[in-house]
């Protein structure tokens, strides 16, 4: 469905370009949600907005790799191109809903503009099909919110009006960056569960980010770890969390306050990512690893499968022995 | 009530009037609550955006002005005292360390600012080492003093909003969500700093957060707010592990889980909270509540003691 291969965002003049996304690869099945999970600034929100053909212009740019929705790259393409060449079927959803909803206009109107440039309908029947995307969501009393500004809506309604206006293409991927992150986490469960609702009905493929351990765990089907701008592990979600083979996947799971509870002292990882442009040859993660070696200091570590469907960016995976 | 508390509210209500589309209208924050914090406890106050949780802790500080009810400190009202004796025995974490320090001061000059309103500091070296003092306690280097906040990065920063919270040696900390903008690695590592300083310092906590995971791991027992009111108290391990109240449930069940086995697997529809502009009659918990009776609509549950360790629970069917 999506391919993405060798992904590479940079930033700064052509001759010396910072990467702060170095060769990203995944690939998205139909139905299938893929989580990638990474602390801020590791890129993954700069991949989401690469592989939608958004990222900020003038700004950070693909320098290589490519980006192929059904076989065809669409990263030469602009958005409104894509559309026109009938490769429109991906859509995004954000963070913050009121920040991309106007706050000016009835909600009814910006789902139907969303329509009008997918469906070519106008009118009664845009309204129409407005009214279907918002009992698609479940919104509570769709027919009368198609009336309602932004700012009557709660947070979580508003994310359901986001998902309707996305859904308006009929999206074979759906690429959502923290759609929840700034949601109570009984509204989360909400969205999370109308989100894997959606995916199995529709078969749409997501690509879900996030910085949560736990929303991963019980979100998505596979799981590829973002660090310093590249993927350091992918797995499928029960073999990446039952058998953590980076040091950075486990030293992050090993943080989570819930998977300690009772702990007299959280186990950390220390000091910090290194900032984009200061990546040395050897292993992004070396400055913070506990099992670094001097290999590790000046040679790429390469990418080995150390099972079926689960790759690691490592030199000296953790071994897989003992299931936790 | 009890006996060592350090802190003692009792029915504390707090309003706020809001304009809305030209009419005044009241909104209660804060409906009731009634805490209190043992010396060396760290209470956990835990509920969603708009339960009033962050105002429970402005209170405290004088940095809201409530309608009615009590806040004594040591046994001694409050209400009325001289707010800079009182900053310096019961000082405030902000939650974001972007905007609680000063872009134009350095950090020795934010850290220390309390010491110099207060008159602590007789000579310039004794300032510096009171600087150097705090700042090595938060895990920072000295030399952090000279440097201005667009320097560092978040959790540092946070560690310097720490170390300014704790310069004057106060006996009650406020946190209000400390963490919560720190990434997971980062996170941890303050988190930790902030239970070393308890035990080293012996201070009293009210640890303010909406994350039942980060509270779990801080704090000694735990009060619930839903909509202005205390739903469910207890030692933490006990409402964790076993929620009563039906709010503490779903709020318990929605923890995302780092855990496969408990996956989403489809929808669920659990309602949202009704506006604090139209506050229902009875329980405000009773449109979600899946074991909603007649009465619960239009009464309004007390917080009575449910059990023998000290679990309280605002709830007519449980």
Same mark, same amino acid.
């Given at each position: 469905m999506l391919s993405v291969r060798d992904l590479t965002v940079s930033l700064g003049p052509e001759t010396a370009p910072v990467d702060i996304v170095a060769g990203v690869s995944f690939e998205l099945g139909k139905g299938e949600i893929l989580g990638l999970v990474g602390e801020s600034g590791c890129g993954k929100s700069m991949t989401s907005l690469a592989v939608m053909g958004l990222l900020p212009q003038p700004g950070p740019r693909i320098r290589a790799g490519r980006v192929l929705l059904e076989g065809c790259d669409v990263t030469q393409l602009q958005p409104w191109q894509r559309v026109e060449a009938g490769r429109g079927r991906m859509a995004m959803i954000f963070q913050e809903p009121m920040t991309s909803l106007n706050p000016v206009r009835r909600i009814g109107d910006q789902i139907a503009e969303a329509v009008r440039v997918h469906d070519r309908l106008s009118g009664p029947p845009a309204i129409d099909r407005a009214r279907e995307l918002l009992e698609q969501v479940r919104m509570p009393d769709p027919a009368m919110q198609l009336s309602a500004y932004p700012h009557q809506l709660s947070g979580g309604q508003r994310q359901r009006v986001m998902i309707a206006i996305a859904l308006a293409c009929r999206p074979q991927v759906l690429i959502a960056d923290e759609p929840t992150t700034a949601l109570d986490v009984t509204i989360q469960v909400q969205v999370l569960g109308l989100l894997?609702?959606?995916?199995?009905?529709?078969?749409?493929?997501?690509?879900?980010?996030?910085?949560?351990?736990?929303?991963?765990?019980?979100?998505?089907?596979?799981?590829?770890?973002?660090?310093?701008?590249?993927?350091v592990e992918t797995a499928g979600v029960e073999a990446l969390f039952g058998r953590p083979r980076h040091h950075y996947t486990r030293g992050l799971m090993d943080c989570m306050p819930s998977r300690n509870s009772g702990a007299r002292r959280l186990p950390t990882i220390a000091g910090q990512p290194p900032a984009p442009g200061t990546v040395g040859a050897g292993c992004v993660f070396a400055s913070r690893c506990a099992a670094v070696r001097e290999t590790c200091r000046t040679a790429a570590p390469p990418r080995a499968e150390v099972s079926r469907g689960h790759d690691v960016l490592c030199a000296f995976p953790l071994d897989g022995g003992e299931p936790r | 009530m009890n006996g060592n508390a350090v802190l003692d509210i009792r029915d504390l209500k707090v309003s706020f009037s809001v304009r809305r589309a030209g009419r005044k209208y009241q909104v209660r924050a804060v409906d009731g609550v009634s805490l209190s914090l043992a010396e060396g406890e760290v209470l956990g106050i835990v509920g969603e955006s708009g339960c009033g949780k962050t105002t429970?802790?402005? *209170? =405290? /500080?004088?940095?809201?002005? +409530?309608? $009615?009810?009590?806040?004594?400190?040591?046994?001694?009202?409050?209400?009325g005292a001289s707010l800079r004796d009182m900053r310096l025995n019961i000082r405030m974490v902000f939650q974001d360390p972007y905007a609680s320090l000063n872009p134009r001061r350095t950090i020795g000059d934010s850290v220390a600012e309390a010491g110099d309103i207060n008159g602590f500091f007789t000579s310039r070296a004794g300032r510096s080492a009171a600087i150097a003092a705090t700042l090595t306690a938060v895990g920072l280097d000295p030399s952090f003093a000279a440097r201005y906040p667009y320097e560092l990065s978040g959790g540092q920063r946070q560690r310097a909003g720490i170390a300014r919270t704790i310069l004057p040696?106060? *006996? =009650? /900390?406020?946190?209000?969500? +400390?963490? $919560?903008?720190?990434?997971?690695?980062?996170?941890?590592?303050?988190?930790?700093?902030?239970?070393?300083?308890?035990?080293?310092?012996?201070?009293?906590?009210?640890?303010?957060?909406?994350?039942?995971?980060?509270?779990?791991q801080i704090s000694n027992r735990v009060a619930v707010m839903y909509m202005g009111r205390i739903v469910e108290q207890a030692a933490t391990r006990t409402v964790l592990d076993d929620p009563r109240h039906p709010y503490t449930r779903s709020l318990v069940a929605a923890i995302p889980k780092p855990d496969p086995s408990k996956r989403i697997l489809g929808a669920i529809e659990t309602g949202e909270p009704p506006s604090l502009f139209k506050r229902p009659r009875g329980c405000a918990y009773a449109p979600r509540c899946p074991i909603a009776s007649d009465r619960c609509q239009v009464e309004v549950p007390e917080l009575r003691s449910a059990g023998t360790d000290g679990r309280a629970i605002a709830c007519h069917n449980v």
């Open positions: 894997r609702e959606l995916c199995n009905r529709l078969d749409m493929a997501m690509l879900f980010i996030t910085h949560d351990m736990g929303v991963i765990a019980q979100l998505a089907d596979r799981v590829s770890v973002m660090y310093a701008g590249r993927i | 429970v802790g402005r *209170s =405290i /500080v004088g940095l809201v002005r +409530p309608d $009615s009810g009590t806040i004594s400190f040591k046994g001694t009202d409050m209400t040696s106060p *006996s =009650i /900390v406020i946190a209000d969500e +400390p963490v $919560s903008a720190l990434d997971v690695s980062v996170q941890a590592q303050v988190l930790n700093l902030m239970m070393d300083l308890r035990e080293q310092l012996r201070l009293s906590m009210l640890f303010i957060s909406h994350d039942l995971g980060v509270i779990g």
